[in-house]
């Protein structure tokens, strides 16, 4: 993917668009699914995860000559969609219109809903539990303090290392590990009923 990039850089910098289109169009088949379920972990809502993974490719175009290197694209790109998230968290915040939960499955690509993971091994009963339990997982991630929520979406269910989740933050590393450390305290205390089972 590195090299695909570098390809669209070069054809960025020659400004000449048919050198850009197919690099650029590659990169963004390879991770609209990617970003979009970012966004949907973040915002909860799939027009809006929608609006953030389109404004962030068409930001990353803009912007590719400032991607550096020194880490992957995906987390260059991904940064991209974590700011996008957090503005418009903010912003919806002042109209007092946010929702925040989070899923921890990607969302059905026709209904928006949570697809249902089933194995063809799993019987009925089995299925409804899991259900029930993932349930009970998304709401006690969605009732944590949007810092903790952000940390646990990058790190635990997005599998960023915790030096990308505080680059991508814009906090120290030390603040990362402690946020997620207080997140998952939260979350064994909330979810305790569940381990027991």
């Not at 002042?94 to 091994?121: C, Q, T």
Request: hydrophobic share 40%; glycine share 4%.
């Amino acid at each position: 993917m590195q090299e695909l990039a570098a390809s669209a850089m070069r054809g960025h910098e020659s400004l000449d668009p048919q050198r850009l289109t197919h690099p650029f169009e590659a990169l963004v088949h390879e991770y609209q699914d990617r970003i979009f379920n970012l966004a949907f972990n973040f915002l909860g809502e799939r027009e809006a995860a929608r609006d953030v993974a389109q404004e962030t490719f068409l930001r990353a175009f803009r912007g590719l000559r400032e991607f550096r290197a020194d880490s992957s694209y995906y987390t260059w790109i991904s940064t991209i969609a974590v700011n996008l998230c957090r503005s418009q968290l903010r912003r919806a915040r002042v109209r007092g219109s946010v929702k925040l939960f989070s899923l921890l499955r990607p969302p059905d690509k026709e209904s928006g809903s949570l697809a249902p993971i089933v194995s063809s091994h799993e019987r009925p009963q089995d299925a409804l539990h899991r259900e029930e339990r993932d349930k009970e997982i998304r709401n006690a991630v969605a009732d944590l303090d949007q810092q903790l929520k952000q940390v646990v979406v990058l790190r635990d269910m997005e599998g960023f290392s915790y030096q990308d989740v505080a680059n991508m933050l814009g906090i120290p590393l030390g603040t990362v590990r402690s946020r997620l450390h207080r997140a998952r305290e939260i979350l064994r205390e909330k979810l305790a009923s569940l381990v027991k089972e």
